[in-house]
């Protein structure tokens, strides 16, 4: 690219020097032959002041004048005949033209020739005739040319150093931008190009830089759902083949019993594909009123049955007078899953879901009989460095906070040790002091 911008750069310099150069050459070469043929004029004119009026018929000889312009001069009778001077014995046509009484100039081969007629009582008697060699003049105006030829030569040079540094400001937020298209096909989306200060490039690094963004929040997203999927996606798959194998185990005696919870258990698993698949690729998830109670029967359907198989108690608070609360039922029933797979795993005793009810907010806790959480984190904050002996493991807590801020909601640890709790705070609705909620 730099070379392209060079050479551009340059042919416009050469064809405007062109376009510029060679008329201003030939008007230079115009006016130097002008004033040369001016300066003759002028010396043959002072010439003809200096010849008597009875040259042609007086006895004196007539002295015409030199000078150190290299002119010379010869005086022609009324007849073309050369009286006296340097010149032809007879008038040539530039003297005979002369003779009209007008004044001509000629330019013969290497030289100039002025001829000026000489008057007297109002009618022509005679002719100064001038002549110059051109050398002079054309020594002057190859020198003025080639006074002209450098110039052209430093103004293509200083369009060249321009273009130079031109092209190099143009060719490093290029390369920068081609190395930023590679950097994003290898799937590295923190990309981040310099501004050049040129628009068009520092738009298009723009338009580059918001979709590394678009597309590292696309990946985030499913790769997120990929492991939310197999996280979500163990649990009820290990219950369903658990049925289904206890069943061939020990069979009941009416076969289409266990048909209809696996069916009912298919059901859900591709209520929880769907769900999954619509958080995953949704940017930002839409609130909306949600009644907990709705939410808190959903989740004991589908988790009583399997804590009551593991001979573990369940226990969920009422929530028929609760406030309408902000947020997403989906993603709200996907995070309890989250905390109840992992209480029923990892903790012991007694789960319970209870709430509590506040001017500006509904708070569910999570509580187990579990021996609590072992970390080697600075603070409970610190999500993502838990281990757990107790309730909570692998990608379970972290999974259930993603969901709970984005509905959007706070997911706190008041107590990790034994029977610890887990609370989600969510915004109601319509605040106490605004109005029934």
């Given at each position: 690219m730099r070379r392209r911008v060079l050479v551009a750069i340059l042919s416009v310099t050469a064809i405007a020097i062109v376009l510029f150069g060679v008329p201003l050459a030939i008007v230079v070469e115009r006016f130097v032959d002008d004033d040369a043929t001016l300066r003759v004029e002028r010396q043959a004119v002072l010439a003809s002041r200096e010849v008597p009026a009875d040259f042609a018929t007086g006895n004196d000889p007539v002295e015409l004048p030199t000078n150190d312009d290299g002119i010379v001069f010869a005086l022609y009778g009324a007849d073309g005949a050369l009286i006296t001077g340097i010149g032809p014995s007879q008038a040539d046509a530039a003297t005979a033209k002369a003779l009209g009484n007008q004044v001509v100039d000629v330019e013969i081969t290497g030289a100039r020739v002025v001829a000026v007629p000489v008057a007297a009582d109002e009618r022509v008697i005679g002719?100064?005739?001038?002549?110059?060699?051109t050398a002079a003049s054309d020594a002057r105006t190859r020198k003025i040319l080639a006074l002209l030829g450098g110039?052209?030569?430093?103004?293509?040079?200083?369009?060249?150093?321009?273009?130079?540094?031109?092209?190099?400001r143009l060719a490093r937020p290029v390369r920068l931008l081609r190395d930023?298209?590679?950097?994003?096909?290898?799937?590295d989306f923190t990309i981040d190009v310099p501004r050049s200060r040129v628009p068009e490039l520092d738009e298009a690094a723009q338009a580059m830089t918001a979709t590394a963004l678009r597309l590292d929040d696309l990946v985030t997203r499913e790769r997120a759902f990929s492991a939310d999927a197999s996280h979500q996606l163990r649990t009820p798959l290990a219950g369903l083949r658990a049925a289904i194998e206890t069943e061939l185990e020990f069979p009941r005696p009416d076969p289409t019993i266990v048909l209809h919870e696996a069916i009912s258990d298919i059901d859900r698993l591709e209520r929880t594909i769907t769900e999954l698949l619509t958080i995953a690729r949704t940017s930002k998830i839409a609130a909306s009123p949600i009644a907990l109670a709705d939410v808190l029967a959903d989740v004991e359907s589908t988790w009583q049955r399997r804590f009551a198989g593991a001979n573990r108690a369940l226990t969920i608070a009422p929530a028929r007078y609760t406030p309408t609360i902000r947020g997403n039922a989906p993603m709200l029933r996907h995070a309890l899953d989250v905390l109840l797979d992992n209480a029923l795993r990892h903790g012991a005793g007694e789960v319970c879901i209870t709430h509590t009810i506040t001017d500006d907010a509904v708070t569910v806790t999570v509580s187990d009989e579990g021996s609590g959480f072992v970390t080697g984190a600075e603070s409970p904050d610190d999500l993502n460095s838990w281990?757990?002996?107790g309730s909570i493991h692998g990608l379970g807590l972290p999974l259930a906070q993603r969901l709970i801020e984005a509905m959007p909601g706070r997911l706190t640890i008041p107590h990790s040790g034994p029977r610890p709790r887990i609370d989600i705070v969510l915004q109601r609705t319509v605040p106490a002091h605004s109005g029934p909620g």
């Open positions: 002719v100064i005739r001038a002549e110059q060699s110039l052209a030569l430093g103004v293509i040079a200083i369009g060249a150093a321009i273009g130079w540094i031109l092209a190099g930023a298209a590679v950097q994003l096909g290898d799937g281990n757990t002996s």
